[in-house]
């Protein structure tokens, strides 16, 4: 195998995905899980993209086993912020809503003004 990255891009994918921690964490995790799969390629250079999967296991497994590995506090902290941000998003499009329910109701409580200023004339 060439490049494992590229090759198991899908696989590494994956794994990030159920990782539930900062980006700084997620990278030096997968640097972890990288590093392994460049090894096993190199030691056996006819190994299929397949068989390196199989040797690192199941993504959900490798990402449980690394979410392990984190401190608690630090997930913790992710959690909060994520938490924090979803709450912040939320709050905002509440806002929104808010401003535009008003701004309609306010547009369809006025009169409708209607000023003539000059007068058309269609010829036939």
Not at 27 to 54: G, H, L, S
Not at 57 to 71: F, H, K, R, T
Not at 94 to 110: C, N, P
């Amino acid at each position: 195998m060439s490049n494992v990255r590229v090759e198991m891009a899908t696989y590494f994918q994956h794994i990030r995905g159920r990782l539930s921690c900062s980006r700084r964490y997620q990278d030096e995790q997968m640097q972890k899980i990288f590093r392994a799969a460049e090894e096993y390629a190199q030691e056996n250079p006819d190994a299929t993209p397949e068989e390196v999967e199989m040797y690192l296991g199941d993504p959900a497994e490798v990402a449980q086993a690394l979410m392990e590995s984190i401190d608690p506090a630090e997930i913790e902290r992710y959690q909060k912020r994520k938490k924090l941000g979803v709450m912040l998003a939320v709050g905002v499009l509440v806002v929104a809503l808010g401003v535009m329910t008003v701004r309609f109701v306010h547009l369809r409580s006025q009169p409708r003004t209607v000023e003539v200023t000059e007068t058309l004339v269609i010829h036939d």
